[in-house]
């Protein structure tokens, strides 16, 4: 059956807003929380609004209020800039509110100015941020970190450091002994990334150090906003060791917790789940043998202070000293279904069990009625195995640690998972791909130079919270308060290449189409938990291929395992939220771009800033390419959230042509390294998924920061892909890496692969084209996107030739959809449905059928979708987004 479409009578690429609508979306923007579940008061937070071409000047002023009217104190900062000088995106950050806001609208105008303000202070020693409600000093120099934090002049932590154990060993052989570091983090640079008025960012960067020997360099963020008690914590670490002696036995972050009150008057939480809360003092009143009174055990269990201790029953009074004063206490969580709490009085004595769960929320408390800390790991049962320590909870200098990585766990191991089997030449390799899809090679799968990123929170409270407030706080820090657009504005800002429309629902085809997008996304949202794609390296990701033989998805065989990015999983995800607006939506890309930007790149090291293709393993692909490591990836959550870690990801991507001369993509087919000119640095780029990659970092940097020798990068390469033979068909073509220019070959010889468009370079082209006046570019790219699937006969009248071996044809109709719509062309908009619905390459047939398997075929029950993969959704949904985008809902 052909379905055909009607062109739309706005485009987001053909048709800019008229003044009307500029000035109505330049007087207001309507915002919303993206969890509409969100409770309470919030610390603070921080986010970015997209603005059409033209609309907001740089120096425009922009207020926030209510739906009373009320204006709330606004920090406001630009993300990215239009080439006419008007701004793309903005960031917003607010701080903390007692009541939740609601209705809220940015509009332009000048507002009161903030009545109260964050007050950064930079000393020769430290950096003093006061919030208003906190104090923290922060060391510039030394192994502590967070030298203090007060509340109302007392001191309530102190003496913050990161902590690290590495172990010669992976575990204990026989006759053998594991030796055992310990480390610190050693600061090396601290900077103040803003200083207010609402919110303040201080990043420290330095090595984790014995004093002889360095290991895990570390990027920490701590985060502040106005009248907030809270400090929110990046936690980055860069693996540099040897994966073959240094096996990372427990990382944390430890404070210091001061205690003055008496022992039954001070309070140990833990937060289960189900809003469940492990609640008890360190010197217990309650099932005593002699009874205190209802007044002090019901005072005692509800965190308040108890009456005085002389009006205690003599017969529990002159025996407080022999009730046991537990003063350490573990919550254990080793993997995604099952945690433990232990304590025990002191060291030396033996641990008592006290509690078990499935899923613990990660934030604990110690403190008493007259304050204490409340600190949690966000995603802590998502990153297992994680751990919080509470010590010496029964003298006066009390000690919390937080563990990203559990030290009652196995140690970490991230050597390589086989030996090789023989593989010792390329063509062996070669041949080793035709049966597991593993692209193998000795020494490509270390993982030296990939990162991990972690979310923490400290909570500096003056007095016990109750069990409910402290569950809302676990919630707070799991799904931090998130301020989002409507998707109909998104979709009429004209961002991200115009590649998305918001939902209609008036085309029952439109319709069929969403159920079928929904269905996707619920499956892999679902997989994600049923298959436990958890653990500290692994969450976020998804895998690649499904084996349905065991029924279980191809988690060991070589490049059918994890995903890291194929064909565009991120972008599949971030472009069905701004679709869609949906909470779940964005957190499973939220923890996708953590994932794929820090694990499945090298930051460090001889692939830097490459990322691996998928593997086993996530850095075990000799297939190190900039077509992962891309920052088309990350731009969505980076312009969403404002979000200063993955900006760093970004920037390092704008250099990355340079490795491309040492790691040669095609080395082991033949392909060598240009030999450099005199007076230039050349590498052989291709124009599909190096070029895409590199367009995205150079677009992302210049919109960023204005910088025009970037922009002249980016602007040379795409002028001499239009001049060359064939436009985008040439393929490939050596860069001069100092100018971006390439080399106009002199060549009939088409290059063209499937796999060139499919990893963010439709997208990037499209944003280019909008972006940009360049008519040499744009008809260079429409030529690629109406031919790629054109009849071998139109190819050949063109090129001179038709194109072989051609694959993905379903995921290319979004490319044909771009063409008609830049070229205004029905017939191409009618070929684009076609190309979408006959499936080829793709998913013919889309059902949304499950089948539910339990045993005794697999060890839990699952659901298994009909002819899914991983590549095949992401580009179906792709297809599907953009064909709706560029050529119309009105599909007949």
Not at 146 to 151: C, D, E, G, K, T
Not at 490 to 511: C, D, H, K, M, W
Not at 736 to 747: A, H, Q, Y
Not at 791 to 813: F, Y
Request: charged share 25%.
């Amino acid at each position: 059956m052909v379905f055909t479409a009607a062109l739309p009578v706005v485009g987001a690429l053909s048709f800019p807003l008229d003044d009307k609508k500029k000035l109505a979306v330049a007087e207001s923007v309507a915002l919303k929380w993206l969890d509409l579940k969100t409770r309470g008061k919030i610390a603070g937070t921080t986010w970015g609004v997209p603005w059409p071409k033209g609309v907001l000047k740089k120096d425009a002023g922009l207020i926030l209020e209510d739906k009373s009217g009320r204006n709330i104190s606004l920090q406001t900062w630009p993300l990215a800039q239009w080439p006419d000088g008007s701004l793309k995106w903005t960031a917003h950050a607010i701080g903390a509110q007692t009541v939740l806001p609601d209705g809220l609208v940015l509009k332009t105008g000048k507002g009161p100015g903030n009545a109260s303000q964050i007050k950064v202070s930079d000393y020769s020693d430290f950096i003093e941020i006061n919030t208003g409600v906190v104090s923290c000093k922060i060391n510039k120099k030394g192994s502590t970190i967070i030298q203090s934090v007060s509340r109302d002049g007392n001191i309530a932590v102190q003496s913050g450091k990161l902590v690290l154990q590495v172990q010669d060993k992976p575990e204990n052989e026989p006759g053998e002994s594991i030796r055992t570091e310990l480390f610190e983090g050693n600061i090396e640079t601290v900077i103040v990334e803003q200083n207010g008025p609402v919110r303040a960012v201080v990043k420290i960067e330095g090595k984790h150090s014995t004093g002889e020997k360095n290991l895990l360099p570390f990027v920490i963020r701590l985060y502040f906003y106005e009248g907030s008690d809270a400090i929110r914590i990046m936690h980055t670490i860069v693996f540099d060791g040897d994966e073959n002696k240094d096996f990372i036995k427990g990382l944390g972050i430890r404070f210091e917790v001061p205690l003055k009150d008496e022992l039954y008057n001070r309070h140990i939480r833990f937060t289960g789940e189900h809003e469940g809360v492990f609640a008890e003092a360190v010197r217990g009143l309650t099932g005593l043998r002699r009874d205190p009174g209802k007044m002090v055990t019901d005072a005692q269990v509800g965190g308040k202070a108890t009456p005085e201790v002389s009006t205690f029953p003599p017969t529990v009074s002159k025996r407080l000293d022999y009730i046991p004063a537990f003063g350490d206490y573990t919550l254990f969580q080793p993997t995604p279904d099952s945690f433990e709490i232990q304590k025990r009085t002191k060291p030396g004595h033996g641990w008592i069990q006290s509690a078990y769960g499935g899923r613990s929320s990660g934030t604990a408390y110690l403190g008493s009625p007259s304050g204490g800390i409340a600190f949690g790991i966000r995603n802590f049962w998502q990153s297992h195995p994680a751990q919080i320590d509470i010590r010496n909870a029964q003298t006066e200098q009390g000690e919390v640690t937080l563990w990203l990585w559990a030290p009652r766990a196995a140690a970490m191991d991230l050597r390589f998972y086989h030996d090789g089997m023989g593989q010792d030449t390329h063509a062996k390799q070669l041949d080793a791909l035709e049966i597991t899809y593993e692209d193998y090679e000795p020494e490509f799968g270390r993982p030296v130079g990939v990162a991990r990123t972690s979310e923490l929170s400290i909570d500096v409270l003056a007095e016990t919270p109750s069990n409910a407030a402290l569950t809302e706080m676990a919630a707070s820090v799991q799904n931090p308060a998130q301020i989002i657009c409507d998707a109909k504005y998104y979709s009429r800002a004209g961002i991200f290449g115009g590649a998305f429309s918001a939902v209609e629902t008036q085309n029952p085809l439109e319709v069929k189409l969403e159920k079928q997008l929904d269905f996707y996304f619920d499956y892999y949202h679902k997989q994600v938990d049923q298959r436990r794609w958890y653990g500290f390296w692994n969450y976020g990701d998804v895998m690649h291929t499904y084996d349905r033989d065991r029924h279980v998805w191809r988690y060991d065989v070589g490049g059918f395992a994890w995903d890291n990015s194929e064909l565009s999983t991120d972008l599949w995800l971030w472009y069905y939220f701004l679709r869609t607006g949906k909470q779940e939506v964005f957190r499973m890309a939220e923890a996708m771009t953590r994932h794929t930007g820090e694990v499945d790149v090298h930051h460090i090291g001889p692939f830097s800033p490459l990322g691996s293709r998928h593997n086993v393993q996530h850095w075990g692909c000799s297939a190190k390419q900039l077509r992962i490591s891309t920052a088309a990836n990350r731009r969505f959550y980076y312009y969403l959230t404002a979000d200063e870690r993955v900006g760093d990801l970004m920037r390092e991507q704008v250099n990355a042509d340079r490795t491309l001369r040492e790691i040669i993509p095609g080395r082991k087919i033949g392909q060598e390294a240009p030999k450099n000119d005199p007076n230039a640095e050349l590498a052989s780029i291709s124009f599909g998924t190096d070029w895409g990659a590199l367009s995205a970092a150079w677009l992302t940097e210049w919109e960023r920061t204005g910088n025009e020798k970037v922009k002249n990068k980016l602007l040379n390469s795409m002028r001499t892909i239009a001049g060359q033979p064939h436009g985008f068909f040439t393929g490939v073509s050596t860069m001069d890496l100092n100018t971006g220019k390439f080399i106009i070959v002199d060549t009939k010889q088409l290059s063209v692969s499937h796999l060139s468009a499919v990893f963010g370079l439709a997208e990037i082209c499209a944003e280019l084209i909008q972006t940009f006046d360049m008519p040499e570019f744009e008809k260079a790219w429409v030529q690629y996107c109406e031919l790629y699937n054109a009849t071998p006969e139109e190819q050949k009248a063109v090129l001179g030739q038709s194109l072989i071996k051609l694959n993905l044809r379903q995921g290319h109709a979004r490319l044909t959809a771009f063409a008609a719509l830049r070229k205004n062309d029905k017939k191409l908009a009618e070929r684009a449905w076609s190309e979408f619905f006959e499936g080829v390459a793709g998913i013919k047939n889309p059902s949304q059928k499950l089948n539910h398997i339990q045993g005794p075929m697999v060890l839990n029950p699952v659901d298994e979708a009909e002819d899914v993969s991983t590549n095949a959704v992401a580009q179906w949904g792709l297809a599907a987004m953009q064909c709706l985008a560029f050529v119309g809902n009105e599909l007949k």
